[in-house]
């Protein structure tokens, strides 16, 4: 036996954040989709941007970096024991964040978030709000939503898609936005929830563990993806059928497209829901959103 295999060796304790580790607390790769839905809400008002820019670049800031930063920096609080069973090497559970650090900047953007919100008006000071309640709803005891395959990714999918598209139509209009919009906007929003639960699967044993029941937990993982196929492609049918009715044949036809790439990418998801998952969020999402642009500029047109 080794002299060195026999020594305890204590690591040094930190008593300040890792600067990049706190980076990585926001994850910065989940900024785009609620800065992608303000952009679409931008565009469906039919506004021109033209003396408006303040308003869209402090929505995309706040809608992106701020909230949904705030808002992964509470659930990697809230799921710190969760993360040391999946993800040991997340920054909380790594002690890269020390101590109530991961808590600290949670609260402290979220105090950010509600006075950048302040600053865009009534209608983007009260979607802030909705979107800090859902944030903390989502992630924190009592309510904790993301305990339920149903609610949280729900949840989840109307914070990220159908608040920041209302939001933006409504800032660049300063004024409630049509129901064409709010419709398409929720529309989009329930659609997310199949992405949503394909993020799940990444969790699955660490959420079995602590008693989520996350869709890919209580279905199982291919039952559940084709529960999230579903979920994604009936509302963007529903909104091609909309946008016919409308008035809008070549903006429905494209979204229709996108959806085809989308029902290709899901026959292939289906063959192995667990190994291809991290493939088709890369893959089959893209299409998501550009027929969620699609549709915008129709509205917008």
Known sequence: ?????????????????????????????????????????????????????????????????????????????CDRHVDAINEPDRP?????????????????MTALGLIVGYMLGPWGFGATI??????????AEPIRAKK????????????YETLPWITGAAVISAGAPSAQTILIAVLYGLGAHGIMTLNDFKAIAGDRAM?????????????????????????????????????HPFHALG????????LGAMRVLLRDPEGKTPWYQGMGILFYISGMMITATALGG
């Open 1 to 77: 036996m080794s002299v060195t295999s026999d020594l305890h060796i204590d690591q040094p304790t930190r008593r300040w954040p890792e600067p990049r580790a706190t980076l990585t607390l926001l994850k910065p790769h989940t900024w785009f989709p609620p800065m992608w839905a303000y952009l679409c809400g931008v565009v469906s008002a039919g506004v021109s941007p033209a003396d408006n820019w303040f308003l869209i670049i402090l929505g995309v800031v706040l809608a992106g970096p701020i909230v949904c930063g705030m808002s992964q920096a509470a659930n990697d609080w």
């Open 92 to 108: 909380i559970p790594s002690g890269r964040i020390p101590g109530r650090w991961g808590f600290y900047i949670a609260l402290a």
């Open 130 to 139: 909705l979107a800090v309640i859902a944030a903390w709803s989502y992630s």
């Open 148 to 159: 339920s395959g149903l609610w949280g990714p729900g949840l989840c999918g109307l914070a």
């Open 211 to 247: 008693g989520l029941r996350s869709l890919p937990v209580t279905l199982g993982p291919d039952r559940a993806a084709r529960v999230a196929c579903w979920v994604m492609a009936v509302p963007q049918a529903s909104v091609i059928g909309l946008l016919t009715v409308w008035g």
């Open 255 to 262: 979204v229709a497209a996108m959806l085809a790439v989308q």
